[in-house]
Structure formats: C-alpha cells, structure tokens
C-alpha cells in the first residue's frame, strides 16, 4: 500500500521546484505547499489561510535537518508565482513558525491520527527536502534530530547512526537508496526527472 501507482493524491514536486508552490488536494483538506530558496517549505491550509507545517533544510550545510534557520533566511520572499496566484488570499506570514526552535513541525491536527483527517504530511515535506537533495547530487541526507526524535528517522525513512567525535546524534538517510523506498509516497518520473509525487493519504492497512 502506498507505492501502487494508482494510488493516493497528486502532488506537483516539478510546479513546486520551478514556481515555488504547488496546490495538493485531499479528501478531508485543501494544502498549499511552498517553497523559498530551495530550503524553506511552508504549507498552508487553503480553505482557513492558515500556515499549518513546516520543514527547514540546507543541502549546503554538513547538519541539513536540525534546529530551524534564524534571521535573515527565515525572511527569504516568497516566489512571484505565489504571490501572483494567492495575492488576494491573506495568510498570517507573522506566525509561520509557531515552534522556531526546530526545523521540522507539524501542527497537531494535520498530523496522523489528527483531527483533519490528514495522513503523512511529514513524509511529503522530508521527500521534497530529499529530492531536492538528490537532484544537487547530495548522497547522505544529515540530520541532527530534536528531541527524541532519533527512532522517528530510523523507522520512517531508513536513517543511520552517523560516528561523530562528540556526544550528539547524527543521522544520515541514503538518498539514492531510501527515496524510492518510502512507504506512502510514489516518484512519478518523466525525461528522467521527478514531476510528481502520489501519495497515499489514508492510514496504512495491517
């Protein structure tokens, strides 16, 4: 379940790499994903204009996946086709991230189980952030998790323990291994590129 390419809603990863936004339609909720300087994803619900998750990374750095961006990047612009397409819809740019201390957020009710009726949104944001990765040539996705958020990485997406000389936890997902491997999300190819993601939005069948 999930890779069945009849399977699950569209999302455009090629809109989203190219005009900074793509629309993703569900059964319970209506999202717009976006993204800012190739490492911001914000995602938004369409219906209440309200910013709802987000995810920060940064291919250039050794940590990708940590603790969220400070001042100035946090204030990268929006793309001019978003703001084009959404120029009348008011979103509350103030509070995109209601927790800045970390890098990866979900709000409570858009999550599995949640009260929208939304499954794996978390997954959608990290395999934009591993595509984009991909696409760079980065091979090892780094990631320093928060909390304890160790066994998360490690069931979800495969993560290894990276050696380090200190005493925090590094992670590192095996991009060429791992994105074709994730559980609710189909890689959608054409010319050899990825365009599109299917994604299973229900709970998992046991």
Same mark, same amino acid.
């Given at each position: @379940? ?10 455009? /990863? ?6 900074? /936004?793509?629309? !993703? ?11 800012? &300087?190739?490492? @911001? ?25 940590? /603790?969220? *961006? ?15 397409? *959404?120029?009348?819809?008011? !979103?509350?740019? +103030?509070?995109?991230?209601? +927790?800045?201390?970390?890098? !990866? ?8 189980? $949640? ?9 959608? @944001? ?10 760079? &040539? %980065?091979? %090892? !996705? ?6 304890? +958020?160790?066994?998360? /990485?490690?069931?979800? *997406? ?7 000389? $200190? ?29 599109? *993601? ?9």
């Amino acid at each position: @379940m999930g890779n069945n390419p009849e399977d699950g809603h569209i999302l455009n /990863y090629r809109g989203l790499k190219e005009d900074g /936004y793509a629309v !993703f339609e569900t059964d319970s909720v209506n999202l717009v994903f976006t993204l800012r &300087g190739g490492c @911001m994803i914000d995602v938004f619900d369409l219906d209440s204009s309200t910013p709802v998750a987000y995810l920060d990374f940064d291919i250039k750095r050794n940590v990708m996946l940590g /603790y969220a *961006f400070g001042s100035p990047i946090i204030g990268l612009p929006f793309s001019n086709q978003f703001r084009k397409a *959404f120029g009348k819809t008011i !979103f509350p740019f +103030r509070n995109l991230r209601p +927790r800045h201390e970390v890098g !990866f957020f979900v709000e409570k009710s858009y999550r599995n189980k $949640g009260e929208k009726g939304l499954w794996n949104l978390d997954e959608i @944001m990290l395999a934009i952030a591993l595509e984009t990765a991909f696409e760079a &040539g %980065v091979e %090892v !996705f780094i990631i320093k998790p928060t909390g304890d +958020r160790t066994r998360y /990485y490690r069931s979800k *997406f495969w993560a290894q323990i990276r050696p380090t000389t $200190g005493d925090d936890v590094l992670l590192g997902i095996n991009i060429p291994k791992v994105r074709r491997k994730l559980k609710h999300i189909a890689l959608q190819e054409v010319d050899g590129k990825t365009h599109f *993601f299917r994604v299973t939005g229900h709970p998992d069948i046991r």
